[in-house]
């Protein structure tokens, strides 16, 4: 099974977006030298905890920094612009880095409706709404036409220009999505689909889509073969204890996100001090649960179980983790892990 790496750009406590973005480059290049498939950055809007707000040009600046591993984009949210736009400044990244770019779009928001309305040039949030996510399909299917100088000869500008730059090789697109929709356009495009198990972690939904789009993509008689990503929140240590101990900076990020608030992650010995009752022990072991937490030997036992469910060939792990050389560790014991399955 490959490895990659989703990185959200997320600050700890006492570190600025400049910090930030400097770790980021660190653990894209430590993803390189270690032999990760893949590093893919997000977008997010209005947040004072994840810094990436343009993954195009935070791709751009780590395939510089970079020199084997895939880069890009988990992803553009296509449907707050032009996808001629997204199409050029795909072709310029990957005139920079030919067979390097990956451009993951989704149609979310990234954000809250204040963002989206400013993304839409300070119009109504009606404008967006659902007249924009319904037209993600047509959006997708556009970019596409651009991608690859293919534009239907029903096209007002058919024949009239090319996209530019010309390039030798265009990205690679890949469908992001968290359940049906996302997987059936993927599989009707004949695209790769990458499943945000960190946002919606009942696997039994998760091995429902991706089956379905490894059944569609293959009734439609596309050349190649379907492929699927899973990203998962991952956590790997030399041990099961260490492993849930690096891991209890994100368990409290996430316990403040479901109350509505954002933090930035504390040192794994000062997280959880608000976690008092019962219940919210239960939502934390619950959250625990869902996660890749343990060492190599527990972490590939779970990826080969979900694996034997789910028609999936390539783990994305969201590790933020206080450490940074524990951050580097457990993307190492991952790949380990992962070796074989």
């Known amino acids: 099974m490959k490895v990659s790496m989703l990185d959200q750009t997320q600050l700890m406590e006492g570190m600025t977006p400049e910090d930030g973005f400097a770790r980021t480059v660190e653990i894209a290049r430590h993803a390189d030298r270690t032999g990760l498939e893949r590093y893919w950055v997000s977008e997010h809007h209005g947040s004072g905890t994840l810094a990436g707000s343009a993954p195009e040009i935070l ?11 895939r880069i890009g984009t988990g992803g553009v949210m296509l449907t707050h612009y032009s996808p001629f736009k997204v199409a050029e400044s795909f072709r310029v990244m990957g005139a920079l880095a030919p067979g390097r770019v990956d ?3 989704g149609k979310a928001p990234g954000g809250t409706h204040l963002p989206t309305i400013l993304l839409a040039g300070g119009r109504s949030l009606d404008d967006w709404g659902p007249k924009k996510t319904d037209r ?10 651009y991608l690859a100088d293919d534009l239907p000869e029903d096209h007002p500008f058919s024949g009239h220009f090319r996209v530019s730059p010309a390039v030798r090789e265009a990205p690679d697109v890949w469908i992001l999505g968290t359940g049906p929709s996302s997987a059936r356009l993927a599989a009707e495009l004949g695209l790769p689909y990458a499943f945000a198990h960190f946002i919606n972690s009942d696997e039994e939904e998760m091995a429902e889509t991706a089956g379905l789009y490894a059944d569609r993509f293959r009734a439609a008689g596309h ?14 240590a030399e041990t099961g204890d260490e492993a849930e101990f690096i891991a209890g900076s994100a368990l409290h990020g996430q316990f403040w996100a479901h109350r509505g608030r954002q933090v930035k992650l504390p040192p794994p010995r000062q997280a959880l001090g608000d976690v008092k009752t019962e219940k919210e022990r239960d939502e934390i072991e619950t959250v625990r649960r869902s996660w890749l937490i343990g060492s190599a030997g527990h972490v590939r036992d779970r990826l080969a179980g979900l694996a034997r469910r789910v028609p999936f060939g390539e783990v994305m792990a969201v590790s933020p983790i206080f450490d940074l050389e524990s951050q580097k560790r457990s993307m190492e014991l991952l790949k380990d892990a992962a070796e074989g399955i």
């Open 223 to 236: 050349a190649g073969t379907p492929r699927v990503i899973v990203a998962m929140r991952a956590f790997v």
């Open 59 to 69: 791709a751009a600046h780590l395939l510089g920094k970079t020199e084997r591993i």
């Open 103 to 105: 451009l993951g779009i």
């Open 136 to 145: 993600f399909p047509e959006m997708t299917g556009e970019l596409l036409e």
